[in-house]
């Protein structure tokens, strides 16, 4: 998905602002989220991390970012109690409405609003989110930064000259019968989803994502179909340094996939096969090629059990906007990685590696030759020592 990415906006104005409605002091941003996981849980926090699954600075940061659109020309929003509605208030409803996937009417009343302010103050923060945000969602712009990049993946399974690890998950939807081209949005396992791919570095971070896709879009079509793709083929990216192998073989930059993705001179596949099948050298490269996989599967997975809108079945969704607020999420996870959240990463170890349940493995036949040299070179890179 690819969109305008605006500046740096000036520092926020209300971070003193704390909502009347709710009896909250003005004692100024750390006060608020206090009182507010208190309201809400009926206990003190130290953060608010329960109802947010965020930090404070986290928590301030983001409103930072949104207020000049959330408070522009603002509507009339006020508590059911005639109170206004402040800016954290709204950052806050809409962070609940993204992370934890409850209903309008349930957000509604642990807020005291009604149903379709939650709706209207959720989307004008996706919005919002969608343009102020995109900063912390780039492919990495400067050589320095990716070659940083391709020094981590190299410290995980010794792949060289490794830029990411590209791969895809669905987000299941539940459709009325009614619903007009319901059909269109049939995936190969029978059920309704929209698919998420996404280019991930190694710290788990998302460098590229495409979505809005229907669920029956193979690996393989939404990979060709993606602006990175085409950046690819036309030697705009990928298209750094080249490590020279004794024997004068090459290896240039590339990204890794499973086996739902053909075999590209910059797209590396594993070796198709069972283990007992494939030489040692093809079987070793199998298994660090695996291995570094899990960064993507694992993000994916920290994604959807962190904004829990996308995590299970969404209910009668807008696909129009839900395109939108799969984007928010992935920036939303990169703003909790670039903070160095340390909530959030308390809680990395442990990540499963199944983000697509019920989901069983594509495969894509194409292979083309500069691909399978591509491969041959890092097989033989591994296999002979050269890693560190």
């Known amino acids: 998905m690819m969109a305008r990415v605006k500046g740096q906006r000036k520092p926020i104005k209300h971070q003193a602002a704390a909502s009347a409605a709710f009896g909250w002091g003005q004692e100024g941003p750390l006060d608020w989220s206090d009182e507010f996981s208190e309201k809400i849980n009926g206990r003190h926090q130290n953060t608010p991390t329960s109802v947010f699954k965020i930090t404070k600075s986290m928590f301030e940061y983001i409103c930072s970012l949104v207020e000049e659109d959330m408070m522009e020309k603002p509507p009339h929003l006020a508590f059911t109690n005639g109170q206004p509605v402040s800016l954290h208030d709204q950052v806050a409803v809409a962070l609940r409405r993204l992370g934890s996937g409850d209903s309008l009417v349930l957000i509604g009343g642990i807020f005291g609003v009604s149903n379709t302010m939650v709706s209207q103050i959720t989307w004008k923060f996706v919005e919002s989110m969608e343009n102020r945000g995109l900063l912390h969602l780039k492919w ?43 059909d269109v949005w049939l995936d190969h396992e029978n059920k309704h989803s929209m698919v998420l791919q996404a280019i991930v570095d190694p710290d788990m971070r998302f460098r590229d994502i495409v979505t809005g896709w229907p669920g029956q879009m193979k690996d393989w079509m939404v990979f060709e179909d993606s602006t990175f793709h085409k950046l690819c083929d036309e030697g705009e990216r990928l298209n750094g340094n080249i490590i020279r192998l004794p024997d004068g073989s090459e290896i240039r930059e590339y990204i890794i996939g499973d086996s739902g993705y053909p075999l590209l001179p910059y797209l590396i596949v594993p070796y198709k096969g069972e283990e007992q099948e494939l030489s040692v050298s093809q079987a070793n490269f199998n298994r660090r090629h695996l291995e570094t ?26 696909k129009h906007r839900l395109s939108k607020v799969i984007l928010v999420c992935c920036i939303l996870h990169n703003i909790v990685i670039d903070m160095g959240d340390r909530v959030q990463n308390e809680q990395l170890s442990n990540l499963p590696t199944n983000h697509d349940p019920g989901y069983h493995q594509l495969i894509c036949e194409a292979e083309d030759p500069q691909g399978v040299l591509l491969r041959e070179n890092v097989s033989r890179y591994l296999s002979q020592g050269m890693a560190p």
Do not use: Y
């Not at 995980?156 to 939807?173: A, E, K």
């Open 140 to 182: 990495p712009p400067t050589e320095r930064e990716l070659i940083e990049i391709k020094s981590k993946f190299g410290k995980l399974q010794s792949l060289p000259n490794c830029c990411g690890v590209v791969d895809v998950t669905h987000i299941n939807m539940c459709l009325a019968s009614t619903e007009p081209n319901k």
């Open 293 to 318: 996989r899990m960064v993507a599967k694992r993000a994916l997975v920290m994604l959807k059990e962190m904004w829990g809108i996308i995590q299970g079945t969404m209910w009668r969704p807008n």
